[in-house]
T-cell receptor
Framework: RKEVEQDPGPFNVPEGATVAFNCTYS??????FFWYRQDCRKEPKLLMS???SGNEDGRFTAQLNRASQYISLLIRDSKLSDSATYLC??????????FGKGTRLSVIA | DTAVSQTPKYLVTQMGNDKSIKCEQN?????MYWYKQDSKKFLKIMFS???????INETVPNRFSPKSPDKAHLNLHINSLELGDSAVYFC????????????FGSGTQLSVL
């Protein structure tokens, strides 16, 4: 199974800070990438897709670097409610999504 | 309305027992999955079904047997439960096999004593 790897953290940041997570993938044929968010004791939920051209949604920006085989997630102006585990996800063709182990973010007041 | 629902939410049982987890989706999706999330929070695919047909069976012991009576349901039966089976099991669905957006159920916390 192709893998995605990410720093498990935890990242402890103050409110209002900007924080970035990176995730590397080993399968150069991987076509689709996503960031999912998982709150404690909850199911993962799609946060955003990642496109080669970059993707921005409010305070969140996702980037894909195919040459270096990594994707990133940038969160600006962190809120307490951003505290969660962020899962990097990729797939290739007909394969189901492969999840990274997640990066834990704690935003502190 | 819950899009992907699985029951039970909690399951506590003794080693050696047989148990089932049920999953239903009302999204009209073709593909359903079972994922296992262990104590280290690693989310790993177990099975994938497309239109009631098994398409992915990762390295999972034969004690785990999925059943899909129709494309809206994917149940998971586990025989002879072992301590190492303790985990959170998530059901999920997607529109198509190649459609990447997964919708997850709320999970079943299985504790084997």
């Amino acid at each position: 199974r192709k893998e995605v790897e990410q720093d498990p953290g935890p990242f402890n940041v103050p409110e209002g800070a900007t924080v970035a997570f990176n995730c590397t993938y080993s399968n150069s044929a991987s076509q689709s990438f996503f960031w999912y968010r998982q709150d404690c004791r909850k199911e993962p939920k799609l946060l955003m897709s990642v496109y080669s051209s970059g993707n921005e949604d409010g305070r969140f920006t996702a980037q894909l670097n195919r040459a270096s085989q990594y994707i990133s997630l940038l969160i600006r102006d962190s809120k307490l409610s951003d505290s969660a585990t962020y899962l990097c996800v990729g797939n290739s063709g007909n394969t189901p999504l492969v999840f990274g182990k997640g990066t834990r973010l704690s935003v502190i007041a | 309305d819950t899009a992907v629902s699985q029951t039970p939410k909690y399951l506590v049982t003794q080693m050696g027992n047989d148990k089932s987890i049920k999953c239903e989706q009302n999204l009209g999706h073709d593909t359903m999955y079972w994922y296992k999330q262990d104590s280290k929070k690693f989310l790993k695919i177990m099975f994938s079904y497309n239109n009631k047909e098994l398409i992915i069976n990762e390295t999972v012991p034969n004690r785990f047997s999925p059943k899909s009576p129709d494309k809206a349901h994917l149940n998971l039966h586990i025989n002879s439960l072992e301590l190492g089976d303790s985990a959170v099991y998530f059901c999920a669905s997607s529109q198509r096999v190649t459609n990447e957006k997964l919708f997850f159920g709320s999970g079943t916390q299985l504790s084997v004593l």
